[in-house]
């Protein structure tokens, strides 16, 4: 069981590296100029939409897939409740103001969509993990990814999502997304990360 | 002779030692892999008196004095046996150093006697022709001074005393980084010749009472002895054959 | 009635000995105030040390007087003088030094000293100190070790003249535990290192596999405590020096980090974490009882005890902005001293209790500087794009910090606490969260 715990969670930190990359936001050493950080996304003045259920899932959340494969996008096919899934349904990750730890409107837009994922699939377990940018202490940075990890934690609880199932770690400044130093890197870097760690359909 | 005090010398280190492992925990369970600090042990303070070098100009001499000196090992070996009173105490590798200085302490005014009439210019003497030499030097300055020479027990001036302070601040280092060295002001008694020389050390006024101010004391009197000689006018010598000069770190290390 | 005579008398002879003396200090002394000097390091002369005839392949004598000459060198009170200008290489402890030859290169003290090889692969070392234009022996020790152990009678010696030179105690014979980096920034390895305060010898206590941070010397330098993200969650250990075994100090899966012993080493002050809610915690080490300390919402962290173990100083947001606070060891009494535009972070208090050292961020810069317990008396000592973490040497005179430069890792550094002499800690690579030990025993 643990080793499956652990699968998947090197999985969901696969697919979030994978992600990141997608988007253009992952960086490889280079000091290279950077994209601006993460747009925030378009204001939306209506607080909170709740977003559009999506498709119930089918009955069994362990229904084995067709064909086992380790490379998740060979197959096109997105298992309801996978890990995939949780990425297509919401973004994985929301970033915070300097030594902020409140979550920003445009994380609360990203946030609500998490939730509405978790309470489609009540088997599924996450991890919050806090991050910070370089810009401070270890000590005090351990705090505030704390915080932070528990900001999320508290709005998806909000939300309705069971707070048993969602655990919080903190990393301080110890795990940049982005190794660069300057501004669009430390604003990759001041984030909440949500790992799916127990519970995600697995294919075979 | 030799040998004796070889044999007494190793044994009392082995006691020493023996009693260091059974006082120091950490050395009961040495493990490999570990950096553990490795045993060092003080077996105390060496003899501060020797034969001087001095006395022999000639570097060759210096081989019979070393046989001396070897002769001389059982007051080494002397001073070791007062290890055992401080062995007596539980922790003797814990607080050996300040009990070590304290101890040094007594020794220090034999070699400084020694020292002073073999290094220091005797007043009472004729001046070697090297003072000979300065004494022209400051006679000539003297002429050349543009400050009137007063009679014979004049005063300097506040213009010669200016200058004296400010040979004095190029010479004197003053430890800032001490624990409250602001405050350690130290007055140091100078007693010159008339050549300008020391006649003797600079007597530190007052008993240094923490080793912290002790090493104020003697940076003062550092600065004393590094200024020397003191180039003053001739006229006003029973002014300043003697002088106190009062070093206040107050300004400098604040 | 006793005492008040005994009082009379005694200023009856105050007034005497005042009187006899008086006026023959006013016919005698003049008197002149000096209060400006030349703060500068003071030029002394380490000779190769003597090894007579016997043989020594490893060059010990002449190693040792390098590593004297570096220590010293290093605390920037002193300055080595070029052993070309020696006109004796290895002069002999067994008879007074010329003074007018170490005179004449302006060495105001010289060391000499003895190695003799013994048989069973030890050695005995003696050192003697002398004050040049005193033409005195300021200090002369006699050592006993394993040949092995001759960089450490190095850093003893060193610390005999540095502590008989200033009158306060040394810090070469000490050690550096911190966390050794590499892998670069995007995968960093990081494990728990040792080394002499000089640089060598360093040994790693952990082999990376998991991520340790903030290391710092138990007083009696048996332990260390830091916090490790071993098992996946992040807790503070103790980690046994002798033994190599390492213990969480409290199980569960709340956070605990920034520990620091209390100055007897029964205890241990530190954050723990509850629902992102930091707070300052205090744990007998043996009866492993807890007594929470601080219960803001806010961050209270990185806690540092006052020498004498009354106090604590610790950093918290309370206010706004990370800022340092002092309170009494059961909680009470809270008082913010710092004050400055900026914030400050990772208050250390100074073994010597008159200073707190801190991390300063201000204006995009970081800086290492101190201030008194109270707030008075800032001083800033460093600037950089990071430094961070200082950690005081045991006599309270010299603070070691980690620096880093934009994208590159970071380094060791190492300042006096009045802003000079900052100098790169030599013989380690990437390397960060520095702590003293002790001086060893």
Known sequence: MSRMKSLSM????????????????????????????????EMNDDFLPPPPPPPPPEEGIMLPPAEATNDPYADMQVLPGSIEDFHNAATPIVFFDLDSHSVRADAAETLAQQAAWLLQYPMVDVRIEGNCDERGTREYNLALGAKRANSVKDFLVAQGVEPNRISTISYGKERPLDPGSNEAAWAQNRNAQTVVIEGATQPL | MRTAALGTSVGLHAGAFALTLLTWPFLHKPIEPRPEPVAVELIGPVSSTLPSADTEPEPTEALPE???????????????????????????????????????????????????AK???????????????????????????????????????????????????RCWNPDCGAAKAETFEVQVRVYLNRDGSLLRPAEIVGTPKTSAWRAAAERAVRAVDRCAPYVLPQNAYSNWKDIIMRFDPQDVCT | MIAFVHRALVSMLCVCAFGLAAPKAAWAALEVDITQGVVQPMPLAVTDFDVGETPDPQQIGKQMAEVIRADLERSGLFRSLNPEAFVEQSPSVDVQPRFVDWRAIKAQALINGRVQILDDNRMQVEFRLWDVYAGQQMVGLQFAARTESWRRIAHKIADAVYERITGESGYFDTRIVFIAESGGRAKRVKRLAIMDQDGANLTYLTDGSYTVLTPRFSPTQQQITYMSYRGGVPRVYLFD???????????????????????????????????????????????????????????DTSPSFSPDGKRIVFNSDRGGSPQLYVMNIDGSGVKRISFGSGSYMTPVWSPRGDLIAFTKQRAGKF??????????????????????????????????????????????????????????????GAASDPAWSPLLN
């Not at chain 1, 960086?27 to 601006?36: H, N, S, V």
């Not at chain 2, 150093?97 to 005014?109: F, G, N, R, S």
């Not at chain 3, 590159?408 to 013989?427: A, C, E, F, H, I």
């Open chain 2, 66 to 116: 070393t046989t001396a000196a070897l002769a001389d090992l059982p007051e080494v070996a002397d001073i070791d046996t007062q290890l055992p009173d401080v062995a007596d105490e539980p922790k003797v590798t814990e607080d050996p150093l300040p009990t070590e200085v304290e101890a040094q302490l007594k020794p220090l005014p034999k070699t400084a006697e020694t020292v002073e």
């Open chain 3, 241 to 299: 020096i002798e033994t190599g075994r390492q213990e969480a100090i409290q199980s569960g899966s709340r956070m605990t980090f920034a520990p620091r012993f209390a100055p007897d080493g029964k205890a241990v002050v530190y954050s723990q974490e509850q629902g992102g809610d930091s707070d300052v915690f205090l744990m007998d080490l043996r009866s492993h009882k807890r007594v929470q300390l601080t219960r803001s919402p806010a961050i």
């Open chain 1, 10 to 41: 090197w999985a969901g930190i696969g697919l979030l590296a994978f992600t990141l990359s997608a988007c253009g936001t992952g960086r490889r050493g280079e000091p290279a100029p950077l994209p601006p950080p993460p747009p925030p996304p």
């Open chain 2, 119 to 169: 290094n220091l210019p005797q007043p009472q003497d004729k001046p070697s022709s090297g003072f000979d030499l300065d004494q022209i030097a400051s006679a000539i300055g003297q002429e050349t001074s543009p400050h009137p020479r007063g009679p014979i027990g004049s005063t300097l001036s506040a213009t010669e005393i200016d200058a004296l302070r400010a040979k004095m601040q």
């Open chain 3, 367 to 428: 800086h290492i500087g101190v201030m008194r317990p109270d707030g008075s008396g800032e001083r800033i000592l460093t600037t950089s794009y990071l430094d961070e973490g200082p950690t005081w040497a045991p006599n309270g005179r010299v603070l070691m910090f980690f620096r880093e430069n934009p994208g590159g890792d970071p380094y060791l550094m190492q300042v006096d606490l009045t802003g000079k002499n900052l100098q790169r800690v030599k013989g380690v």
